[in-house]
């Protein structure tokens, strides 16, 4: 009966700790049960609500970073002109996922700021994203050319992200 | 010279404080109504020596004293007198000085107005309002001390930032703080209470009109902060959940739920441990939101490293202050004995179902401001939790609060019978939906959310309106005499019918800015003209035009309506050299029910076409005016409530 009069004290403590550990902790990537599995099955219109969207099939053939993104996003911001930038040095294809935004907020987005992406799958509900385990905006992902995610990243990519992480990889999965 | 002064009574508030601590704390912990007494002189001496350290800072801004390091980093000479007073708080040091300065003229409040307060209770009070400024004042002299000095001096300032140089922003902070803080007191009563172990109708009856104070000033503060947004950002929307504005709706949702449950403890001594929960809640809320935001913690918590002194000391305070309590909350809560028992369906069980809505709302919106810091924090991630996570889970919390907003107050103390209420509830329903459905007609699109909304608001008004006429007995008694009843109305009751009238019309100016919005983006050139929602818009061109501060560029819309003229719309960017940053200035012309609301944008290239937006927001200027008049239902009970204690003729006779 009383137990519960201390519930509030030890959820503020737990809420405590973590900030502490915050203060110390070195930052670190978050393992995704999804690697060197295949991409999940789906398929997702495009901006103009056309079928020639994003699906499962477009993975094939090459090695692709996949970009989870949208409008509202302020970090997304932050790692565009990254991606414009990998865009404009055609390494690696990019796909990009608008992860519940509007088509048209996308759009004139993208319009504003520059589109990165060879295609774009608009996945309003977020139901593609569950699927492929996303936390939040922006998230982005390597696949490799058979289809397989042989990388992930939470949060904003950034130039030692993508160094460190992505493009040693992106050699190893070959064309 | 003044600064030191300033930099002085700093010091001397904080032994004032930790004096008024100690006697406040132990003289109710021994019940000594001789310690007890001691506290109302401390407490008047720390809101002496807070005052003249807060005059000497605003003395410093006014005389652009750049030997003063705050005033170098957030001011300048040519900034217009009235940036430079409200530059006072528009920084982390002077927001921290102004936030204890208010909690100090809270404590003079409850020294001025508490004066047959039990003086155990009221020291009680006093001594945890005294902790609270010991350690707000630590910080403050440790690690945020506005009147550190400069030398050499610099010739002048860095600015300020322009997006805070507007009059709507520009008192934002006091409001909010007066809010913030008001939850303190209600926090220190509560505590008080649990030290003493008395927390009963009385005790209630005595905390409500400062939670109503906090709660009024906080939606005050809150409704500004959205003002603002929507007028200077230039994106046509009034609320972003934005980690800031979340920060500020936190402790509004448990304070609204606070607001509600005590009255619950003042007429049934029902509720009493949650009653003290949600009072620390409320506060720690504010607290937490406090510092979240002034510590850039929410956007960054590596903000919390690059300060590590900070970043330790904030959570040393935030520990000491919401783990005490709560510590105490749980030693001390289990003892309260709860008093009246109501069946499900009675007054108290629909407050009950109002306080789980508002707190699971509360959790939401603190889940998805925090989890980007959590995340970060644990891994180093940054993520952005964005509307669509506020709409899916808040919106759902809050229409069926709208629902029961409608019923709740129909339903009588204990245990209701549920027939004869929906009985006389079916009429609000019809009417509801009738203004509803016309509304719909009249307005742009058919969304059935839209609907949906509008019905909820329309709901709650007619509900609202009809208990206010079932009080009046309109109708079927002669109207004189329903007129000496309106007079007659008890404060509280008037109160609550005015916030919540204040609540359905913001909700349907909510309702219909969001979903039947009508926006345009174009290139427009000088001559050219469009038609947006039966307005016919008339681009005339750009000039430049100069500020004290700042250099604009004026575009001059001309809106007509049906072949006559209505209104001229002059949407300014404008460029602040020293802070060398742009700024928005929307144009808005309102008919009360709708806002045509003009942006431009920049240039592409010279004599190029020019980026306008244009927006129709149906209702937009509701959402204000609901705000403003649920702050006034809150006064108007706080008023009342004042004149209401005494024993009406001997009222009649003083006035």
């Known amino acids: 009966m009383r137990a519960k009069f201390f519930l509030p004290l030890v959820l503020f403590a737990g809420l405590v700790a973590v900030f502490l550990f915050g203060l110390r902790l070195d930052p670190s990537r978050v393992p995704s049960p999804l690697l060197d599995r295949p991409v999940p099955a789906f398929a997702l219109p495009d901006l103009e609500g056309g079928e020639d969207g994003l699906k499962t099939a477009d993975f094939l053939g090459g090695p692709t970073l996949v970009n989870f993104f949208a409008s509202w996003c302020l970090p997304c911001l932050v790692e565009h002109p990254l991606l414009l930038r990998l865009g404009h040095e055609g390494r690696v294809r990019i796909f990009g996922v608008a992860y519940k935004d509007k088509p048209e907020d996308t759009a004139r987005w993208l319009a504003e700021r520059g589109n990165p992406y060879d295609r774009i799958g608009v996945d309003r509900t977020g139901r593609a994203a569950i699927e492929w385990g996303v936390y939040g905006v922006p998230e982005s992902y390597l696949v490799d050319g058979e289809g397989r995610i042989r990388w992930k990243h939470v949060g904003v990519l950034t130039p030692e992200v993508w160094e460190e992480d992505f493009l040693p990889r992106l050699e190893g999965v070959g064309k | ?655």
């Open chain 2, 1 to 655: 010279m003044i600064p030191e002064i300033g930099h002085y009574a700093l010091v001397l508030a904080l032994f004032a404080a930790g004096t008024q601590a100690i006697l406040g704390l132990f003289g109710t912990a021994r019940k000594d109504a001789y310690w007890a007494l001691a506290t109302g002189p401390t407490a008047s001496t720390l809101f002496l020596f807070l005052a003249i350290a807060f005059l000497a800072l605003t003395h410093a801004f006014v005389v652009s004293d750049f030997s003063v390091w705050t005033v170098a980093n957030y001011s300048h000479s040519a900034k217009p007198l009235l940036y430079k007073l409200t530059g006072v708080w528009g920084n982390h040091e002077g927001s921290m000085l102004l936030w204890v300065f208010i909690l100090a003229i809270y404590g003079q409040a409850i020294v001025s107005f508490g004066k047959k307060l039990p003086p155990v209770l009221r020291a009680g009070a006093l001594g945890v309002l005294g902790l609270l400024a010991a350690g707000f004042l630590l910080f403050i002299l440790f690690t945020s001390n506005p009147f550190l000095r400069l030398d050499p001096a610099p010739q002048d300032g860095r600015g300020f930032n322009p997006l805070l140089q507007d009059p709507g922003l520009a008192f934002h902070p006091p409001f909010l703080y007066l809010g913030y803080v008001g939850f303190a007191a209600a926090f220190a009563f509560a505590i008080a209470g649990l030290l003493e172990g008395k927390i009963d109708g009385a005790w209630a009856r005595r905390v409500r009109p400062w939670v109503l104070v906090a709660w009024s000033f906080l939606t005050i503060g809150i409704g500004l902060g959205s003002w603002w947004a929507y007028y200077e950002l230039g994106w046509g929307g009034f609320w972003f959940w934005d980690p800031v504005e979340n920060a500020s709706l936190l402790p509004w949702l448990a304070g609204t739920a606070l607001l509600h449950s005590i009255g619950v403890v003042e007429k049934r001594g029902a509720l009493k441990s949650w009653v003290v929960l949600l009072a620390i809640l409320a506060f720690s809320l504010s607290l937490i939101g406090t510092f979240l935001v002034r510590s850039g913690v929410l956007v960054s918590v590596h903000a919390f490293a690059t300060d590590p002194a900070r970043g330790v000391f904030i959570l040393g305070l935030l520990a000491v202050a919401i783990g005490g309590s709560l510590a105490l909350f749980a030693w001390r809560a289990p003892k309260l004995k709860a008093e009246g028992s109501f069946a499900p369906i009675s007054r108290e069980g629909g407050l009950l179902l109002n306080n789980l809505l508002l707190v699971t709302a509360a959790a939401s919106v603190f889940l998805g401001t925090l989890y980007p810091l959590l995340l970060d924090t644990l891994s180093g991630e940054k993520v952005s939790v964005g509307p669509p996570f506020f709409n899916a889970t808040v919106l759902p919390l809050l229409m069926p609060l709208l629902l029961a907003m409608g019923i709740g107050p129909f339903l009588p103390w204990k245990k209701a019978d549920a027939m004869p209420v929906l009985r006389r509830l079916w009429i609000a329903g019809i009417v509801a939906l009738a203004a509803a459905g016309a509304a719909a007609a009249l307005g742009s699109g058919k969304s059935p959310l839209a609907l949906l909304g509008l019905w909820l608001a329309a709901w709650l008004f007619a509900g609202t309106f009809f208990l206010v006429l079932e009080r009046l007995r309109l109708f079927r008694l002669p109207w004189k005499e329903s007129f000496r009843r309106l007079r007659g109305l008890p404060a509280d009751f008037l109160g609550m019918a005015i916030a919540h009238g204040g609540i359905a019309v913001l909700a349907a100016g909510v309702t219909a800015a969001t979903l039947w919005q009508t926006e345009k983006i174009l290139a427009m050139t000088p001559g050219e003209s469009v038609t947006i929602a039966g307005y016919d818009l008339r681009f005339e061109g750009v000039e430049l035009v100069a500020g004290p501060n700042y250099e604009a560029e004026r575009a001059t819309f001309h809106a007509e309506k049906n072949g006559k003229p209505v209104a001229t719309l002059t949407p300014e960017r404008r460029y602040y050299p020293i802070e060398r940053q742009w700024t928005t200035e929307a144009a808005i012309y309102t008919t009360g029910f709708a806002d045509l609301y003009t942006v431009i944008g920049e240039q592409a290239r010279a004599d190029g076409p020019r980026t306008v937006r244009l927006y129709h927001n149906p209702l937009a200027p509701w959402i204000w005016i609901g705000a403003l008049l649920a702050a006034l239902g809150g006064g108007v009970s706080l008023v009342g409530r004042g004149r209401g204690r005494r024993p009406p003729k001997a009222a009649r006779g003083k006035a």
